[in-house]
């Protein structure tokens, strides 16, 4: 059977729409015919296609499979152990196959390699060719490819390092190299991957699979690692899982791990029974990594007293306390603003010949800072760094957060230069601890200088800098220019727009005066799926309205309602009702009032009198004394088109015209009075409710 699908330009598959649909049912049939396999029946339209145009399409197969046969000649000219060419001319006959590059062809070379090293090479040409004219760029498949064939030929840290190289090291792949160790028996070279994996579910249930199958024996160490690695994403009760159904007796590193796993999520209760746990077993006493860890809980915790108690414990049990234990201490102290205590402690710590180290200076910083020291904290800054002791970005952040806090921008900013001056690269949440302040302050063009400025102080700016500055230039007047300038650069470094920013963008704009780019970043939003939310919805209401672009206020209201059907409209629809009724009731009412007679009643009159009060208003704007009727279903209604193109109606007229009668049509049916909502249902409200 003829494989379909070729472009006769570009030689890659692609789906060719027949009524609509594509003529591959299933991915499957996709992947068929890139493997080459025979492809699943396809369906009746797409063998009617092919018995019509099997030449073309046989054709463009075999120039594929004729491209990728004189690659492989060329490349096994190589050198298998050093592919590499030995001059600039050796690599023209690769040159030649630039204009055919297509992800098919690259898939194809590759799987046709016996040597790995020759695919390794044409894969690294192809990823910069030169010439490149179809702009091509390996896909997500031939990243597989290759690291497939690399992993077969147990080239695994060839593969590694060049998934790392290209940024594509990611959790699937992980899976993958878990899944060939487990394959050869080296049970350390799976579990080392298995820690690497970012997300644990899909590295643990391919080790599970390997389990299962018999290749490896988990040992105790298989599953402390697997402990440590649900620990450190934060998955306590997996963690916790894989504790009670060991295989194996758990060793004094697996039961530090379960505690510290317990420890950093606040959950002192649960780690007190594992240590529970260990006492009754007698295999695996606390030692002073257990107490440490448990001192260290209890202080972030703030409860001092029991942190104090298993201080003591562990000095009775001849467990020495070390510097990550004073450490400990001395942080809990400070948090509790009990300075002079931990200084004491700090002597301590020194009597017994541990030394002091920037940890616990930066302890003694924050104790100064939580009493409102500041400027003893910064006069101790400048003695750790006297004394010739390294502070690092973390000391100096302390002293930066809190000038921020109490309004000194300036001074926060000199520290920062400091740091640059002394080699350290400040820490990203002191900068946006800054741009905080002077937006706060109404400073945006110094924010923007500081902003601009970052990267050459030794830190890139993350979404929180880019977003932060960029709310208060969207909520000055006219700095629009300089927040695309900002908006394009954060989305060069990798950042998106979110549900907030696109927000800040359509009010600023609207306070700009520019409804063409609000409205346009309205769609965006809509077609991301993100909400505008209520401040910025009623500056789209107000910008649009004094644009005279009411009725398209009112469609981006439909479309947000029927796109996010989540949101409380009622909310929405309130400030669009609102705002517009003001609208047309300041702005429309003082025309009307020179050319329409008043409403015969005030205060809300009822109905039959607005529509007499209507009727003889639109005789007398449009001039015309007998209404075209359209006659049906006994019904009689207004035609808004033969006024609107009536002679005698000038711009005004046709103005009230689109605001009143296109809206509103009158049917004097069964029901007597019937309304039907045209365009615009807040005009409708406004009518009803004018006095």
């Not at 992993?151 to 878990?178: C, E, P, W």
């Not at 030794?458 to 000055?476: E, H, K, M, Q, W």
Request: proline residues 4%; positive net charge.
């Amino acid at each position: 059977m003829v494989k379909e699908g070729l472009d006769p330009v570009t030689t890659s598959f692609q789906c060719i729409p027949i009524h609509g649909r594509s003529r591959f049912n299933s991915t499957a049939q996709r992947l068929d015919v890139l493997c080459n396999r025979s492809p699943s029946p396809p369906s009746m339209a797409a063998r009617t296609l092919a018995n019509t145009h099997t030449s073309p399409l046989a054709s463009h197969i075999a120039q594929l499979l004729s491209t990728a046969s004189s690659i492989t000649s060329f490349l096994q000219t190589l050198n298998p152990q050093n592919p590499k060419p030995n001059s600039p001319t050796s690599i023209s006959p690769l040159s030649q196959f630039a204009p055919f590059l297509n992800h098919n062809l690259v898939i194809q070379v590759i799987k046709s390699q016996k040597n790995p090293y020759h695919a390794l090479f044409f894969f690294n040409w192809a990823s910069n060719p030169n010439p490149n004219p179809n702009n091509y760029s390996h896909s997500h498949l031939c990243y597989v490819a290759i690291t497939d064939l690399l992993i077969s030929h147990g080239l695994f840290s060839t593969a590694s390092s060049l998934l790392q190289s290209h940024h594509r090291l990611s959790d699937f792949a992980a899976a993958k190299f878990v899944k060939a160790y487990g394959d050869r028996g080296d049970i350390r070279g799976a579990i080392h991957w298995f820690h690497r994996a970012k997300k644990m579910e899909s590295a643990r249930a391919v080790f599970d699979q390997i389990v299962k199958e018999g290749v490896v024996k988990p040992d105790v160490s298989t599953y402390t690692t697997i402990i440590r690695g649900y620990c450190k994403m934060g998955m306590i009760e997996n963690a916790k899982n894989v504790f009670d159904e060991m295989g194996c007796k758990p060793n004094l590193v697996t039961y530090n791990t379960m505690i510290n796993g317990f420890c950093k999520k606040g959950l002192m209760e649960s780690a007190m029974k594992i240590v529970d746990q260990m006492t009754e077993t007698e295999d695996c006493m606390p030692d002073t990594v257990t107490y440490t860890t448990l001192i260290d809980g209890y202080c972030k915790r703030g409860e001092l007293e029991e942190a104090m108690k298993y201080m003591e414990e562990m000095v009775s049990r001849n467990c020495e306390p070390n510097v990550l234990t004073y450490n400990a201490i001395i942080y809990g102290l400070c948090l509790n603003g009990n300075v002079d205590e931990a200084k004491r402690m700090m002597t301590r710590m020194r009597l017994n010949g541990l030394k002091d180290n920037v940890a616990t200076h930066t302890s003694i910083l924050k104790g100064l800072c939580v009493v409102g020291k500041l400027d003893d904290a910064a006069r101790h800054l400048k003695e750790i760094v006297g004394l010739g002791m390294e502070a690092d970005a973390k000391a100096y952040g302390v002293v930066v957060n809190e000038y921020c806090k109490i309004g000194k921008a300036e001074d926060a900013i000199s520290l920062l230069k400091e740091m640059k001056g002394r080699g350290i690269n400040p820490s990203v949440s002191s900068f946006n601890a800054v741009f905080r302040t002077l937006v706060e302050s109404g400073k945006t063009d110094k924010a923007g200088l500081i902003l601009r400025q970052m990267k050459q102080l030794g830190c890139t700016p993350n979404f929180l800098s880019y977003s932060t500055v960029i709310d208060g230039l969207c909520r000055a007047k006219g700095r629009m220019h300089e927040v695309e300038e900002f908006v394009d650069d954060m989305c060069r470094n990798g950042h998106h727009l979110d549900a907030s920013m696109y927000s800040w963008l359509v009010k600023g704009y609207c306070e700009d005066g520019n409804a063409d780019m609000a409205m346009r970043l309205f769609c965006e939003m809509l077609d991301m799926g993100y909400v505008i939310n209520l401040e910025s919805f009623l500056a789209f209401v107000k910008g649009l309205s004094a644009k005279e672009k009411a009725f398209e206020v009112e469609k981006f209201f439909e479309e947000m309602s029927r796109r996010c059907p989540g949101i409380d409209t009622h909310k929405y629809r309130r400030i669009l009702d609102e705002h517009l009724c003001k609208n047309l009731g300041n702005g429309r009412r003082e025309h009307q009032q020179k050319q329409s007679k008043p409403c015969p009643t005030k205060n809300k009159p009822p109905i039959n009198q607005k529509l007499l009060w209507l009727q003889e208003n639109l005789q007398q704007q449009c001039g015309i004394h007998q209404l075209d009727k359209m006659q049906g279903g006994g019904d009689r209604k207004w035609s808004p088109v033969a006024c609107f193109h009536h002679p005698m109606i000038d711009e005004h007229g046709k103005d009230w015209i689109k605001t009143t009668i296109g809206i509103i049509q009158w049917s004097g049916s069964a029901s007597q009075y019937g309304f039907t909502i045209g365009f615009d249902s807040s005009v409708f409200y406004w009518f009803m409710l004018a006095g």
